[in-house]
């Protein structure tokens, strides 16, 4: 080993923490777990050395020890990622599931630390993490775990659903077959279900998405009534078979044919949510109804409460009240609010307490903006076919350099991922209409007639930046249709890195919309390289070169 700290890097995506924690050079990275096929050519092609793993559920920690050991080393000394975690909500009648995937992935990042051990991790979430809306349900398989811990639960009224025929009928069956495999109830097969859904969600443009669900499913209609394995009343039999009908003749009225769907459609996602709680052990009473929801009482815990408790009972300290950290603070052209816990073992750290690195730049006037990041690429038009970049691009010639521009050239001349999306027409009239800072809603209403729903487009869509201010938290930018300052084009995958701190030296692989989405969902590098310049000064190390030393002017520098 080179005398360097080992780490391991989950949910690493294109690997934005990693290379926040190897700017430090006190870092070595052993292996990085991610499961986007995009995500990990894009890691590989930075850190060629590293072990890299896929499913995080399917892990074999005992590999990633045999790995170190491999390197000279025993143990792994710090452990670091990002967990997806979406929130819990109960108004949420679109989700597909009652139960977020991802909610479990966090508690994949604690068993991780459990089984590894490290000395220090730092866990990277959204800052609505530290809200009530995070939660997990509780369950009989951790029932007894949490009320050990003292993890205080609340009860919610979750709806399944709203039930306009039936009710009665469908109440019953539920409560009677509260412990019984509700999956055998179901449609069998997900992909007409997924297209009944669909279409059942699109009746506004009925006639050309019933046309179309027509023509996708019509190998179905020969074995309609063994698409379930169970019926669970003869009505909704009938029901069923009706749909098929409906379905079949082109002549149908169009009010029968989503009527008879959307009743299928809403009593199939009932019993999927009512399948969920009895797979997942869910702990329940029964269910109810209020007016026409079906209702159940579910037994909840916050995901945070569940996290602080169970980090120290792993033995680590951590921050227990500051927990949000501003990437324009620390250097990013970009306000970028992110939660960090930062868990050091007990008896490695002499101070009484932990916490999250101070800001580097505290005046809001002093942030780098979008023209000290983007400003040299003005003039080179972007690539809009892949295959180009293969040629990379002459960067212009700055002579008075900012700090920041200085890093996120990185002493090359030349720039890979100046890619962006091509601009059509439409999208062209409405670029050329907006001033800097201004977005979709500025435009005339003649210019939002593709939208059906112009009034619920958010603000950041078709969004043109403010050369003179940081930009917004850089997310999908090619969905939301950035554009650049002062130019009549898209903002490029490069720009876009360059607004997360991704130095030139940092190549992103994939498909087009691949790069920009990992883009999106990267931790800046300079955000990761403050915590870990925080982390190693509790585990004794100091930094080769400060981050405060490389990308502050000398009068934004607190003395």
């Known amino acids: ?23 430090t050079g006190h870092v070595e990275i052993i292996a990085a777990v991610e499961n986007n096929a995009s995500a990990q050519q894009t890691y590989l092609a930075n850190h060629p050395d590293v072990e890299l793993f896929g499913d995080i559920q399917n892990v074999d920690y005992n590999l990633i020890l045999d790995e170190c050991k491999r390197k000279g080393t025993e143990k792994v000394d710090i452990v670091f990622g990002g967990p997806p975690c979406q929130g819990f909500s109960n108004a949420n009648r679109q ?53 050990g811990m003292g993890i205080v639960t609340s009860e919610e009224k979750v709806s399944l659903g709203e039930v306009t025929s039936f009710k009665t009928e469908l109440l019953d069956f539920l409560n009677e077959s509260l412990r019984a495999p509700f999956a055998k109830y179901e449609v069998l097969d997900k992909i007409l279900f997924s297209k009944l859904n669909h279409l059942n969600r699109k009746k506004k443009e009925a006639e050309l998405y019933l046309k179309k669900t027509r023509s996708a499913i019509k190998n179905f209609y020969e074995n309609w009534e063994k698409l379930h394995d169970y019926y669970w009343c003869p009505e909704y039999k009938e029901k069923w078979m009706q749909l098929k009908d409906l379905l079949q003749d082109e002549e149908s009225p169009l009010e029968e044919v989503f009527s008879c769907l959307n009743e299928v459609i809403i009593i ?17 009473d029964q269910f109810y109804t209020i007016d026409n929801e079906i209702i159940v009482n579910l037994q909840t815990y916050i995901v945070l409460d569940y996290l602080k408790a169970k980090f120290k009972s792993l033995g680590y300290k951590f921050n227990e009240d500051q927990l949000v950290l501003n990437s324009a603070n620390f250097g990013a052209p970009q306000q970028r609010e992110r939660l960090f ?89 409405r670029f050329q209409m907006l001033q800097q800072g201004q977005n979709f809603h500025h435009l005339d209403d003649s210019y939002k007639g593709t939208y059906s729903n112009p009034q619920r487009t958010q603000n950041t869509v078709y969004l043109r930046l403010n050369y003179n201010n940081p930009s917004g938290t850089v997310l999908n930018i090619r969905k939301s249709m950035w554009i650049h300052p002062v130019k009549d084009r898209a903002v490029s995958i490069r720009e876009a890195a360059r607004l997360q701190t991704f130095p030139d030296n940092f190549v992103f692989m994939g498909s087009k919309d691949a790069q920009y989405q990992q883009v999106g969902n990267a931790v800046p590098p300079l955000l990761g390289r403050a915590v870990a310049d925080q982390l190693l000064y509790y585990l004794g190390r100091s930094p080769i070169k400060s981050l405060k030393e490389i990308i502050t002017l000398p009068q934004t520098v607190d003395i």
């Not at 080993?1 to 700017?23: E, H, Y």
């Not at 479990?104 to 590894?116: D, P, R, T, Y």
Request: net charge negative; glycine share 6%.
């Open 95 to 147: 989700k597909a599931s009652l139960i977020s995937a991802n909610n479990q992935l966090v508690k994949e990042f604690v068993k991780a630390i459990k089984l590894l051990n490290p000395d220090g991790f730092v866990l990277e979430n959204v800052k609505e993490l530290k809200s009530s809306k995070h939660k997990f349900f509780l369950s009989s398989h951790d029932e007894q775990e949490i009320v």
């Open 1 to 23: 080993m080179s005398g360097k700290l080992t780490a391991v890097d989950l949910f690493s995506g294109a690997g934005g923490l990693s290379l926040g924690f190897i700017q």
């Open 268 to 284: 199939q996602q009932i019993i999927m949510r009512a399948g969920e709680i009895e797979t997942n052990g869910l702990i329940v």
């Open 341 to 429: 816990l930062v868990g050091v073992k007990n008896g490695l750290c002499e101070q009484n307490e932990v916490r999250l690195p101070e800001p580097i730049i505290r005046n809001p006037e002093q942030f780098y903006t979008v023209k000290d990041a983007i400003e040299d690429l003005e003039n080179v038009w972007p690539y809009v076919l892949m295959e180009d970049d293969q040629q990379p691009l002459t960067k212009a010639t700055m002579i008075n350099r900012n700090p920041l521009l200085t890093y996120l050239q990185a002493g090359l001349g030349n720039v890979h991922n100046h890619i962006m999306t091509d601009t059509r027409e439409t999208a062209l009239q």
